[in-house]
């Protein structure tokens, strides 16, 4: 037999998007679910390198950009969550760093320190002298400068997870294959759960879709193109090393874009990872993983000669950013909700950046309003959904990946 139920809001996807608003959802008043198909975060979220920037990654052309002005009040916004004193509690989460560095392997462009040091970038960006520098950058071979930012990294499983707690019981694990869309002739969607044990049709005044690279099927399933997505992938290099330095920072090369990030992360046996973004994977998108590490160690080698990486294991992640679509594929500034073209009750968004998930709340939350969807007063009885276990947290790349020694030939 089937049963029924009506949410107010119903969001599909528990990545960091999918989560934040949710929280921001329950804290208002609605009567609201999540449907997650995997493992929270699974996708891009704990795949991500855990920065809240504030937009002076954006910059490096010497001169503020509309996405480093978009981005610049994040790592407050952030900071107040994480005191519980924000829009959404993150109390429960762990913060890797407090800061992020910046640096050049020789000496930055003069109009770039400049820039650095004007009025325009006041209290994002410091300079740090030499008595200052961390431990791996007080050996007496590093020659270039090196610069702090107010960015903040966070621990992405325990944000994930302190957002999941904070909404408990509704968040569901929903795969695939038991999850049936259909759209009746009112052009209003509906989803209907089907397992074993039964059936549950969920009717919601709005379905919003955050499930990142998922989003494109699910469109496709209710005959919708639009809003479109555009994949950019990555393919990130993991390193884990005998040496005591967690380090987070962006080195600097000739591109408007960092040559090199990186993050470290803690991984489940006990051991850290360094996981190297930037120019690198981007670049490294179609290499096969042994010539990528090859290159990885020739990058690491070059900018940090002091580093000891003969015991080092490696792994690589090919991996997606999911966003809304682009002229020329460039990289949106903002965080994006959009309405579908054909389905009255049905939005899609993309953050476009972790960082971004608070206004893509706060975006949605506006949207509702001016759609006079306001919260319920009766409560729903969530009870039919008893029927599917709620949804974990994804384990992270470097909990998953085959780590190796460093390829044998090529060097
Ligand atoms: C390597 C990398 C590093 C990054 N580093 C940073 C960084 O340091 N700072 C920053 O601000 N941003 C960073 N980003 C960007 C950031 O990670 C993403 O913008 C953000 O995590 C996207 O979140 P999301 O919730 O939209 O998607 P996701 O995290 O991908 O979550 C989507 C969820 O939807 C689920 N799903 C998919 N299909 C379905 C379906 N049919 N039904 C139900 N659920 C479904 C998936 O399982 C997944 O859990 C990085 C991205 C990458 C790839």
Known sequence: MSQHIQLDIAIIGGGIAGLWLINRLQNAGYQCALFE????????????????????????????????????????????????????????ANVLSDHFYMWSSASVTSKLTTFFASKATRGRVDKVKAQDRPPIFQHRDFKGQLYKLVDIVLDVPSVLQTLASNVEGRVYQLPKQQAHWTKDDQNTCQLTVKTDQGEVNIRARQFI??????????????????????????????????????????????DKTPRLTISSHPCSDGSWVWYLGGSLAEKGVDQDPDTLIRQAHRELSNLMPWLDLSDAQWATLPVNRAEPKQQNMIRPDKAFIGQAEHCTNLSVAWPTKLTLAPNLATEALEQLQQRGIQPSDAKTDLSPLDLLPQATVAKSPWDLADFRPFPATGL
């Open 37 to 92: 198909a995997h493992a929270l975060g699974g996708d891009q979220s704990v795949a991500s390198q855990g920065m809240i920037h504030g937009g002076i990654k954006y910059t490096l052309s010497g001169t503020l950009t509309g996405a480093s002005e978009a981005i610049a009040d994040m790592p407050a916004h952030w900071q107040d969550c994480l005191a519980g004193c924000g829009d959404v509690d993150l109390r429960g």
């Open 209 to 254: 879709f955050t499930a990142g690279q998922g989003n494109a099927e699910l469109l496709q399933q209710l005959g919708e193109s639009s809003p479109e997505m555009q994949i950019r992938p990555l393919q990130q290099v993991m390193v884990k090393l005998n040496q005591p330095y967690g380090f987070y920072g962006h080195c600097l090369g000739t």
